[in-house]
């Protein structure tokens, strides 16, 4: 088979992601988001796809940049009201066998030693089908509201990322021993406490001296994704992460931000292709083209614009109804994400001027990234040509109608890229690493940072 599409759902707990005013779409499910039920449909849905992931995005604050005001963000529903991602995939994990889930968490404001165990406690209920999404957040009132006088500083933040994935895997793969449980009634010996190590990690931003509070799980480290694409955020990521989101206006872009992420981790002794790439997707699908055209319009004439800026203002910083309409957009680093911007001034051919800017965010056609229009044939040729020719390996599928256009995608174009030979026609077994990177890849590999921390013990199951 020729290289396969990997393919994630990108989505979030909350009654809207990044369809910007679509909540009041008429076909738009998705306040139904606090019933369990609705969540096993969609995991349903998903698993019957033969989606590799549910991707759940999440943020700990909310968007009140724009305007210098949370107004906006309630008003249009801009990622709140928002749940917590993780509790709602044992629902989902119970009702799939091979669907996995990609789960976000903050190390900025979490804490290492509960998240592992959180983390160990997914892996252990989904049979190993569980992903971290680390991010470092950039919202600066959810600094405030976890008890911090201000926002961490961008690359700051960064580092006490690199702690905490230390201590995590200090956690994850050097605490317990495969054998340690033994549940030996005759000797009365649930688990060996010799097996049981403490990882006495003392560092700049935590200490924690362990033990770990769970028992190994199937892949002990879930399998890592990362998205930021700062300088500092690729460094990062070259480190880390094994599924990397990487942006690009073009397709020489993209193929440069891929083959940079795999450069960097050469560096670092890693192997270059055991780090799988993704990058955004948003698909309006239709018979014909001129009715995938028709829903185009109807779509973009519900887009709301002030729900887009309030979103581009909590991202970046920038707020945009504070400049002079006229004047050219200019570059300047924030504490907030730092690729929000860049994309609209360093990585434009030609300068934009604000009000440009604010007409690409605030219309639905315009500028909201890779938003396809067309049959399953022209979708699946673009998919096609896009990993053939950048490295890609894969998409995070946005949706601008939940679960419809997420329903559309399934039963139009999954047949028609299943017919070219480029997504899988069923699932490979084992856990999520092993559907990714092969069989009998359930743990890191040696190369990988994480490794360092296992102790002189044989990882037998
Ligand atoms: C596909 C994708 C998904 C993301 N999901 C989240 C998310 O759920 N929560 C979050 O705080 N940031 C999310 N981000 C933002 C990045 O993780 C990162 O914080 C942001 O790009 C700023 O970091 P940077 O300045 O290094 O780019 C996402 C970015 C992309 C491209």
Not at 302 to 319: C, I, K, P, T, V
Not at 362 to 387: C, F, H, N, P, W
Not at 399 to 415: A, C, M, Y
Request: one cysteine or more.
């Amino acid at each position: 088979m020729a290289k396969r599409i990997i393919m994630n759902a990108f989505d979030m707990n909350s009654a809207m992601h990044n369809s910007h005013g679509l909540w009041k779409h008429p076909d738009n499910e998705r306040h139904h988001y606090t019933d369990l039920e609705y969540w096993a449909e969609m995991a349903r849905l998903l698993e019957r796809g033969k989606f590799d992931a549910l991707f759940l995005a999440d943020v700990v604050g909310i968007y009140d940049v724009y305007k210098a005001s949370a107004d906006p963000a309630i008003r249009d529903a801009v990622q709140v009201p928002l749940n917590d991602p993780a509790l709602i995939v044992p629902a989902m994990a119970s009702v799939t066998e091979n669907l996995s889930f990609a789960v976000t968490v903050t190390t900025t404001y979490e804490h290492p030693y509960a998240h592992a165990r959180r983390f160990t406690t997914l892996d252990h209920l989904t049979n190993g089908r569980i992903a971290w999404n680390v991010v470092t957040s950039y919202l600066p009132n959810a600094a405030l509201n976890h008890g911090l006088d201000k926002m961490i500083k961008h690359d700051d933040r960064y580092e006490v990322a690199d702690e905490f994935l230390e201590v995590a895997y200090k956690l994850w793969e050097g605490s317990w021993e495969d054998e340690a449980v033994v549940r030996d009634i005759a000797r009365g010996v649930y688990a060996e406490p010799a097996k049981v190590h403490r990882i006495d990690h003392e560092g700049r931003f935590f200490r924690v001296p362990g033990p770990h509070l769970s028992e190994p799980s199937l892949q002990r480290t879930p399998v890592l994704y990362q998205a930021g694409s700062s300088e500092r955020g690729r460094a990062f990521a070259a480190k880390h992460a094994e599924c990397v989101f990487v942006g690009g206006n073009s397709k020489e872009s993209l193929k440069a931000n891929i083959q940079d992420i795999r450069n960097k981790a050469e560096q670092l002794g890693r192997d270059p292709q055991s780090i799988k790439m993704f990058t955004g997707l948003n698909v309006i699908v239709g018979e014909t083209q001129e009715e995938a055209e028709a829903k185009l319009r109807e779509y973009a004439g519900m887009w709301s614009r002030e729900a887009a800026l309030a979103q581009f203002g909590g991202s970046s910083g920038y707020d945009l109804s504070a400049y002079d309409p006229d004047s050219y957009l200019e570059y300047r680093a924030t504490d907030h994400g730092q690729s929000r911007a860049a994309q609209y001034t360093k990585q434009v051919q030609n300068r934009l001027t604000v009000k440009e800017v604010m007409e690409r965010i605030g219309t639905l056609d315009k500028g909201q990234g890779r938003l396809l229009v067309g049959t399953s044939e022209q979708i699946a040729d673009y998919m096609q040509e896009q990993v053939e020719e950048t490295g890609l390996d894969g998409f995070n599928l946005a949706h601008l109608i939940t679960p419809g256009s997420l329903r559309e995608f399934v039963d139009q174009v999954v047949p028609e890229l299943q017919r070219r030979g480029v997504y899988q026609l069923d699932y490979e077994a084992g856990t999520l690493r092993e559907k990714l990177f092969g069989s009998g890849k359930r743990l890191l590999p040696a190369s990988h940072p994480a490794a360092q921390y296992r102790r002189n013990f044989e990882y037998t199951r």
